[in-house]
């Protein structure tokens, strides 16, 4: 935002900042939690705190011990505006994702030569991971967990683990639990999302669907074409007892199946044409196939009488493929729509919306600071200029923006 522009909506930005910085007990803390607000929102190249406190005007130690040395409460905020987006945004869905951080050195904390999604290939950075809510009109992250590599564990790491005060019960921990213990301290605040969706690199992890399922969540997730199943008329074999020993369990004989041949054995005439969206052009349609299957691989739970649940199997096969171009599981009902289904698998892309206003507008990935707590207060802050901004373009209300 321009200075004339941020002018006009600083009554609205003063109001918002009272409510979300309320849990702070110090009146300088809340006046330092909207004045990193401000300097967020103010147009600038860079977002770190030296470039922010020359635009504000003011001592940029101000900005360093509020986000460094201060003590102050993040969770709290987090929840705080985690129940006011829900509220602004009105999720369709929850979106678990992750994005990068590059960085040059090794001092910042999480930092690690690996593979990032927004570079496209392995390089120097920090992962953090998050959970969106989105609906078809807007989104925002509800929470933020920084991934710390492997190599930030170990006594070869208690130098590093110091200089970035890394608390002593942070340890590695895949970036699929992340996102269960961020869905897990949202439900612990009243939040369950009506339908949770990720991409591959957490569909395809067994652990990560039994987690969902442990916690009764209803989910559509991205996955690989050579995931395997079952089919849905595949029956598990009851072996005879003979009467000594434990009773044998009921087991399937028939080997699983790739969902990529399920699909080609149906053939693309099986499925159909779905729009499931309106887009800034033209209606977003395309070929998808619905296949009932047994999914197999790692860590099947299966009932009592060892039947394994069906889900379903979504493919988009568009025309002129020789094969589908990308898969979805999901264990919602049998009985749901085919276009709900596709709309509710390809609710991920207004996260990439997010993404690109959080870093090219907000500064998400410019923040400096080699403290732990410091990038979780950063991203919290950040998240709370962008949830005024979604407020702002959703609110009829609020002044146009020039």
Not at 4 to 21: P, T, W
Not at 56 to 76: A, C, K, R
């Given at each position: 935002?321009?200075?004339?522009?941020?002018?006009?909506?600083?009554?609205?930005?003063?109001?918002?900042?009272?409510?979300?910085?309320?849990p702070l007990v110090r009146r300088d803390q809340r006046e330092k939690g909207a004045l990193y607000m401000r300097g967020l929102l103010l147009e600038g190249r860079r977002k770190s705190m030296q470039p922010m406190a020359e635009r504000?005007?003011?001592?940029?130690?101000?900005?360093?011990?509020?986000?460094?040395?201060?003590?102050?409460?993040?969770?709290?905020i987090r929840a705080r505006l985690a129940w006011r987006a829900a509220a602004v945004v009105r999720p369709q869905v929850w979106v678990v994702d992750d994005t990068g951080f590059p960085k040059d050195g090794r001092s910042s904390p999480g930092v690690a030569r690996q593979y990032s999604g927004t570079l496209?290939?392995?390089g120097n950075c920090q992962i953090g991971v998050s959970v969106h809510a989105?609906?078809?009109?807007?989104?925002?992250?509800?929470?933020?967990?920084?991934?710390?590599?492997?190599?930030?564990?170990?006594?070869?790491?208690?130098?590093?683990?110091?200089?970035?005060?890394?608390?002593?019960?942070?340890?590695?921990?895949?970036?699929?639990?992340?996102?269960?213990?961020?869905l897990d301290e949202l439900a612990g605040h009243g939040l369950r999302p009506a339908v949770l969706v990720a991409d591959t690199g957490y569909g395809a992890n067994a652990d990560f669907r039994h987690g969902l399922d442990e916690r009764g969540l209803a989910w559509v997730l991205q996955v690989k074409g050579e995931m395997t199943?079952?089919?849905?008329?595949?029956?598990?074999?009851?072996?005879?007892?003979?009467?000594?020993?434990?009773?044998?369990?009921?087991?399937?004989?028939?080997?699983?199946?790739?969902?990529?041949?399920?699909?080609?054995?149906a053939g693309r005439t099986s499925g159909r044409t779905v729009t499931w969206r309106k887009g800034s052009k033209a209606a977003m349609s395309s070929h998808f196939m619905f296949l009932r299957v047994r999914l197999a691989g790692r860590r099947p739970k299966p009932a009592d009488d060892g039947t394994i649940p069906l889900s379903w199997l979504i493919a988009q096969w568009p025309e002129g493929e020789a094969e589908p171009v990308?898969?979805?599981?999901?264990?919602?009902?049998?009985?749901?729509?085919a276009k709900d289904l596709v709309r509710l698998a390809k609710a991920r892309w207004r996260i990439e919306h997010d993404y690109r206003e959080l870093k090219t507008a907000l500064g998400l990935d410019h923040f400096e600071g080699r403290s732990f707590t410091g990038w979780h207060r950063h991203v919290t802050l950040v998240t709370a200029a962008h949830l005024?901004?979604?407020?702002?373009?959703?609110?009829?209300?609020?002044?146009a923006r020039a």
């Open positions: 935002m321009r200075a004339g522009e941020l002018a006009a909506v600083r009554v609205r930005l003063e109001e918002f900042a009272s409510e979300v910085f309320a504000l005007g003011i001592d940029h130690q101000q900005l360093q011990q509020f986000m460094t040395s201060s003590t102050w409460p993040v969770e709290e496209g290939k392995v989105a609906s078809d009109t807007a989104s925002c992250p509800l929470s933020w967990r920084l991934f710390l590599p492997a190599a930030w564990d170990g006594p070869e790491a208690e130098a590093r683990r110091r200089a970035c005060r890394i608390p002593a019960t942070e340890h590695h921990r895949p970036k699929w639990q992340l996102a269960l213990d961020m199943a079952h089919g849905e008329e595949t029956v598990p074999h009851h072996p005879e007892y003979g009467g000594l020993g434990p009773r044998p369990l009921p087991r399937y004989r028939a080997r699983p199946t790739a969902l990529r041949e399920h699909v080609l054995a990308k898969y979805w599981i999901s264990n919602l009902p049998a009985d749901i729509p005024f901004l979604t407020e702002q373009r959703t609110n009829p209300k609020a002044p």
